[in-house]
């Protein structure tokens, strides 16, 4: 392939004035992919590379590919109807589409008849197969596990939660419980005020363990940078990458008790800690090798 094949449209990208589990995601698989590409973006990043840009600068070059990650914008909309009509090849998501609403998701895939629809965990992948009637394949990038690592000289002994938002979804109201049980044994990032995504990495890589207590999650960012620090994590179904019960955390169903069970459990033995952190590195680095990741989606590419 060409330095210029792919064209990338996205919502947000890595870090910067607002960071979440897409933008991190995004930042990543543009990292792991053996391809440069041309990356436009609705907010801004603190990342500095030339192939990054506003939508609004938005050019028709001579690509191959417009691949839509995330944004469901009508300014995205537009210039991938544009494309499409240049014989482009089109790929939406995996951060686009979520099967929570089905009209739209309709409408859209009718305007722009996309060549590939990739979404990130196979729940979703068959939710949509039932109303639409495109290629869709279930594509999830995993953390940079070459950051997120087990630090050799930190270690706190508490649980961390951490969240970069005020979304319902989160259930901060869970974790604010939870802090009432187990007293001064948790700490939180991201609440009441916003991290800076590269200015937390150190410090949430050296906790007893993590919680999650969102609502739901389609795949989790947190968890798996979490996994690849070697912190153990405390999931509950509801989140789809939960890991794997007494390999990488302790899977427990989603109320205060056992909740907080599961975290005296793990601040008071060292042993637990340590199979658990090295399980939870494991699982990443088995699961989500970036080479693989690169092949699979050039083959992608390929198969459109």
């Given at each position: 392939m060409t330095m210029k094949d792919v064209n990338l449209l996205a919502f947000n990208y890595g870090y910067g004035n607002f960071t979440n589990g897409p933008g991190i995601s995004c930042w990543n698989f543009t990292k792991f992919c053996n391809i440069k590409f041309n990356i436009f973006i609705k907010?801004?990043?603190?990342?500095?590379?030339?192939?990054?840009?506003?939508?609004?600068e938005y050019n028709n070059n001579k690509t191959n590919y417009v691949h839509w990650w995330s944004g469901l914008t009508e300014e995205f909309l537009n210039v991938v109807k544009k494309e499409k009509k240049q014989g482009k090849k089109i790929i939406l998501g995996p951060n686009l589409f979520d099967g929570s609403n089905p009209d739209q998701e309709i409408k859209?895939?009718?305007?722009?008849?996309?060549?590939?629809?990739?979404?990130v965990n196979k729940e979703i992948k068959y939710k949509l197969k039932k109303y639409l009637n495109y290629k869709i394949e279930d594509f999830m990038t995993g953390p940079d596990y070459d950051l997120w690592v087990?630090?050799?000289?930190?270690?706190?002994?508490?649980?961390?939660?951490?969240?970069?938002?005020?979304?319902?979804s989160k259930d901060i109201s869970t974790a604010l419980e939870l802090r009432k049980k187990i007293v001064d044994k948790m700490e939180f990032i991201g609440y009441p005020y916003p991290y800076r995504y590269m200015e937390h990495v150190r410090e949430a890589s050296g906790y007893a363990g993590f919680v999650c207590t969102s609502l739901s999650e389609t795949k989790s960012e947190a968890v798996l940078e979490q996994l690849a620090a070697g912190v153990p994590v405390i999931t509950h179904p509801k989140v789809f990458m939960m890991g794997l019960h007494y390999k990488t955390g302790i899977i427990v169903n989603k109320n205060i008790e056992e909740f907080a069970q599961a975290a005296l459990l793990l601040l008071e033995s060292e042993s637990l800690r340590s199979d658990l952190s090295i399980g939870a590195r494991e699982f990443v680095l088995q699961n989500f090798k970036k080479e693989t990741l690169s092949d699979y989606y050039l083959w992608l590419l390929n198969e459109c």
């Open positions: 907010l801004k990043t603190d990342i500095i590379n030339d192939n990054v840009k506003n939508i609004k859209i895939c009718k305007e722009i008849q996309p060549d590939l629809i990739l979404v087990p630090p050799k000289d930190k270690y706190i002994n508490k649980i961390l939660w951490k969240g970069n938002t005020s979304h319902e």
